[in-house]
Each structure stands twice: as C-alpha cells, then as structure tokens.
C-alpha cells in the first residue's frame, strides 16, 4: 500500500564541485550531469521520499551563475511550490551566498525549504563532503515540527550546520566548513539528530500569500575603499552610464577617507536618484554613521546605512528593490527594515 503522507523533495541540480569530474586531458574540472550524482549516491534510494530532479543545462560553474540564472531557480520553485515539501539546491560554493541571498528575497512569505548545498570535493571523490551535504540536506528539507517545515527559509547546509543563506559569506577556498553566518546564529547544529534553532528561525503566518519576485535590475556596481584609492578609480565607477544602485564596501564603522569631492558628487548622484548603500569590509559588527567625522559627510549626502548587511545579501536586496520600480524613498525605507532576516537593527 502506498504511503500517503511519504514527502517528496525537488532537488535542483545547478551544477558545482559536487557534480564536476575531472577532464583526463586538462585535468581541470568540469560540470557533469546529474546522473552522475546519482550512481554515486545508492543511499538516495533508501529515503523514504520522493525525489524528483531538475537539472540546468548545462550544468554551470557557479563562477558563472548570474541574475538571470537565480530568476530560472525561482521561477522552478515557484512553478513547483505546491507540489513538493521541500527544496534543495545543488550549487558551487562559489556563488553560493549570493544566490541564497537573491532567492530569499524573491521568494515572498515562503513557507517550506529551500536548501541549498554543494562540496568542496566532487562526489566522486573518496573524501567527499558532497555526500553527506546532499543527504542531510534532503532530511532537513523534509522536516518537520508541530506538523510544519521544520525550517522555512532559504539556507545553506555545509559541513553540519544550517544557515540562513542571506547572512551567509564562503570564507574557505580550502576547509570543508565553508561558510559561515557571522552575524546572525546556525539555524541547526547537525549531529547525530537535527538541532534546530527554533527562535532563530523565521515562520511567516500561513495565510501570508507566497509570491515569486522575478524582476531584478542589475545596473549596480560596488565600489571597495583601500588606502590610496584615487580620485579616478573611484570616478570610473560612479559615472558608470545608467548606474542605478552603488555598495560602498567601507571600513570598520562605515568610514571612508576623508574627502569632500566624493561626498558632494555622491550626494549629486543621490540627488538624481542613485541608490547608494554602505556596507562594512568587516566581517562582524555594522555600519554605525556618523559615529566618526569619516562617515559622517556620507549620511548628510543621504547614503544608506546597511548595518550588518553581507556585501552578498546587499547586492541581492538592491538588484530585488531596483527591480521592483518604486520610488528611491520607498527603496530607503526598504534598507531600513529587514525583509527576511537580513539585517539586525538595533534600537538605540
Ligand atoms: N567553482 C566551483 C563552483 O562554484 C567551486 C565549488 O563548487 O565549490 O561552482
């Protein structure tokens, strides 16, 4: 007799390390397709849920994953929602924050999981982590508590812990724990059971009504200070033709140097309708401006703050709110709040 209540999962299938096999003559290594994945995964077949496939093709490096491919992976969970308890995304670490970072802000009042993970080493490798990514994440797309997804949200899964993906950064080219969320707690600690963190995790009402976002306008650009910028790097980035959306990667607090040219040109920008946002190089803590003189020329110019934003999740929530076709004023208000947890704002 058929199980009635047995789950079923879609994994998506973007290519990554986790499926690449190394060409015998360039001894580079190559996306492969699914199938490959598959032979190499018996246990797939002992899970008792149904598991369907989807697979870009061809499979990509995710150095080569850009906006429109992340409109592709929402539209497919959006054409699949209802059908399927949960997702998981196989992708290449590279990218991988930002495409988590994009997808949860795209995919509006999601109610079940969205599981991205990948490997350092390809699953055909003795040593791979691939595997037990890809299995784990599969048991925690098909969780449950109190009869709802265990988790919700769009994540990443690496090496035993689960995170929300839009706070997440790679931070290892090398170790199998790649990713880390500095900024906000593990969603789960896997070990020999599945640890939520329940009061981390964010559960929309069940009536909120799920919607897929696929406009995203990628007229952006990010400009990093270093000591010694010169005044023409930084001219050949903000008079870019049709820039609409600028990060500055900032140091410490949200400094720059101090310079009164940029800020009356930034504030010129700003003036026209230039979208600026400034997001620390530092890995923990937030933009605080004003706190010293450096920022405080950036604030009267109207830059945004972005607190404890990752570079990854502002560049996702800037192409999201470009996309949308408000107005500059409702795209500020935007970056004031938290749209899904990508942000912590501290009252003071
Ligand atoms: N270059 C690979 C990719 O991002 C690296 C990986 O998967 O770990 O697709």
Known sequence: MKNKT????????TGGTIGMVQNPITKTYEPFNFKEIKAKVPELRRFDCKISTIQFSPPLDSTNINHTDWIKMATIIGDNYVKYNGFVILHGTDTMSFSASALSFMLENLQKPVIFTGAQLPIGIARTDGRENLLTAIEIATSEHNSKPSVPEVCIYFENKLYR???TVKNSAEYFKAFQSFNYPALAQIGVHLNFNFDAINYIPDHYPFTVHTALDSRIAILKFFPGISKETISLVINMPDLKGLVIETFGAGNIPYNEWFAEV????IER???????TQCI????EMGKYKTSE?????????GYDITTEAAIAKLMFLLGKNISRK???DAFRKAICGEITIVNT
Do not use: C, F, H, M
């Open 266 to 269: 930034i504030a010129q920008l």
């Open 6 to 13: 047995r789950k079923s999962v879609l994994i998506i299938y």
């Open 330 to 332: 409702e795209i500020v």
């Open 297 to 305: 020329t950036l604030a009267a110019a109207g830059v945004i703050n």
């Open 165 to 167: 993906g839009n706070r």
């Open 273 to 279: 309708g230039l979208v600026v946002l400034n997001v």
């Open 284 to 287: 923990t803590g937030s933009v």
